[in-house]
Structures are given as C-alpha cells and as structure tokens.
C-alpha cells in the first residue's frame, strides 16, 4: 500500500503541476509539489531515503515534463539528502518546521538548477530568477506545506507511510 500512495503522489503531482496549477499560478509561479513531497519524506526518512526519493521524482519530472533529462534528478537528490541529514534535528511535531525547511529547500534546488544550467551553457539573469521566480516559489511552497504536513504527519507516523519496520 505504502508504494502504491507514493507511485499515487508522484503520478498526481505531476499531472496537477502540468495542467491545474497552471491556471493557479501566484505572482507568476507554481508550487513545485514534487520537491514539497521529496522534502517531507527525507524529514521522516533520513538522508539516503531522501536521496532515493530525490531521484525517483527527479528522474519522472526530467522525463514527463523538463527539457533536460538528469537536471531535476541532480537537484531533488540533492535536496533530500541535505534535508535528510537533519532527520534527527528537527522536531516533526512542529508544522512550521516543514515550512521554514521548504522554503530554504526550494531555494538550495532554485539555486542547483541555475547553477548547473549556467554550467551548460543557458544562460539565466541571476537576480531575475531569484527575485521572480525562487522567492515566490519557496513561498508559494511553504505556504501549501502547511496545507499538506497534517496528513502527511499522520500517515507517517501511524498510516500506510510509516517506515518498514525490520524484522
């Protein structure tokens, strides 16, 4: 059940960031709902599983709706892994803590893809992509994070999303 509501969100989250969210776009930007997703499991799940989910969402956003296959791979991985190695210091309980993590999550992936982007030779107005388009989206992001933590929370840590216990 728990890969059937993850395979549920991803496939959800890419066909609402693709066509809904379109029409919902605040101060010019939608909310990235993959990298929401991505950072809430790597609060939970620690550094490598973060990682793993980094790159499955990456990899399903770099084929279904980016230009450049790897881009989004690298920078979701990225981001869950750093936001992974603070598992153990965050406490979960708080929702402000997903908000504040997002919002300087979705400045690290911003600034990763227009870093590498730069790398390979698109060229990007720095200060216009910061200022148009990463501080809306980390609001934006933290913003809905407080929408979403409650359930996420609870399926977490008593539903179907709650870490396979070894035997």
Do not use: C, H
């Given at each position: 059940?728990?890969?059937?509501?993850?395979?549920?969100?991803?496939?959800?989250?890419l066909v609402l960031e693709s066509t809904l969210l379109e029409e919902l776009k605040v101060?010019?930007?939608?909310?990235?709902?993959?990298?929401?997703?991505v950072v809430f499991w790597a609060l939970f799940h620690g550094k490598v599983?973060?990682?793993?989910?980094?790159?499955?969402?990456?990899?399903?956003?770099?084929?279904?709706?980016?230009?450049?296959?790897?881009?989004?791979?690298?920078c979701k991985m990225t981001v869950g892994y750093?936001?992974?190695?603070?598992?153990?210091?965050?406490?979960?309980?708080?929702?402000?803590?997903?908000?504040?993590?997002?919002?300087?999550?979705?400045?690290v992936n911003n600034f990763l893809y227009m870093i590498i982007?730069?790398?390979?030779?698109v060229d990007y107005a720095i200060g216009a992509?910061?200022?148009?388009?990463?501080?809306?989206?980390?609001i934006y992001n933290a913003s809905l994070s407080v929408l979403f933590y409650g359930k996420f929370y609870e399926s977490t840590t008593k539903g179907?999303?709650?870490p396979e216990r070894r035997r």
């Open positions: 059940m728990r890969y059937l509501i993850i395979a549920l969100s991803l496939f959800g989250s101060a010019g930007v939608k909310p990235d709902l993959l990298l929401i997703f599983n973060g990682a793993k989910m980094g790159f499955i969402f990456g990899l399903a956003e770099d084929l279904f709706v980016s230009k450049f296959i790897g881009l989004n791979i690298l750093l936001v992974g190695m603070m598992e153990r210091k965050f406490f979960k309980e708080n929702f402000l803590v997903p908000a504040f993590t997002l919002f300087f999550a979705t400045f982007l730069q790398i390979t030779g992509f910061i200022w148009d388009t990463t501080i809306p989206t980390a179907y999303l709650r």
